[in-house]
């Protein structure tokens, strides 16, 4: 259980396609009893499959605002033209008073901004694709983005790319099983598992 002194915070990200919904999902799995996901508000719709109040709170753009501007959020980014994502004060002290480590799933400039809030408390890990090539072909065989979608994440990735460096540590995903195992291991150590 994690006492005050101990608040930890765990951020995943990667470029879009990059294996970091995969990754994540097996962690919270495995680590169910230790890790708890971060759900993120966000006021792009909701697509098939997804459920509110589990993967995101959708909300809308003006609810977005408010929360803003009443500081509900530890951060929060425009991550694509007109959608906003942002995680919110509220969900990281749920996680904390459940005595869990909360797993965040945001974007590169999300990521650094919450590293350099919370210093020491954060590890933060970078999920690095093989080639810029293989993550559009992987978004294309996802098939949940149009044309149009998948030429902006593919520039975002590009420019994500270059931040690498600023995480604590570079994962990369040229094996689902192995970058998995990786990562399952470097966040025990982090929460002290090991
Ligand atoms: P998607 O629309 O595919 O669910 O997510 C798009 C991107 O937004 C992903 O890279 C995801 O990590 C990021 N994201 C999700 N929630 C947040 C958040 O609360 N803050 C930030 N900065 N990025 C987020």
Known sequence: MN????KKI????????????????????????QLSFSVSATTRTIRGGEIDGVDYIFIS??????????????????????MYYGTTVEEIH???????????????????????????????????PPSIEVLEQRLLKRGTDNAENI???????KEEMQYKNSFDKVILNDDIERATAETAEIIKQFIGLK
Do not use: C
């Open 3 to 6: 006492t005050e002194h101990e």
């Open 10 to 33: 765990i951020i995943l990200t990667a470029p879009s396609g990059a294996g970091k919904t995969t990754i994540k999902t097996r962690l919270l799995k495995d680590m169910a009893g």
């Open 61 to 82: 753009e003006s609810a977005f605002k408010d929360n803003i501007e009443n500081n509900r959020f530890i951060e929060w980014e425009m991550v694509y033209p007109g």
């Open 94 to 128: 749920r996680i904390w008073k459940e005595g869990k480590t909360p797993l965040l799933d945001i974007d590169v400039k999300g990521a650094l901004s919450v590293k350099k809030l919370f210093g020491n408390q954060v590890l933060s890990i970078f999920i690095e």
């Open 151 to 157: 030429s902006m994440r593919v520039n975002k990735a």
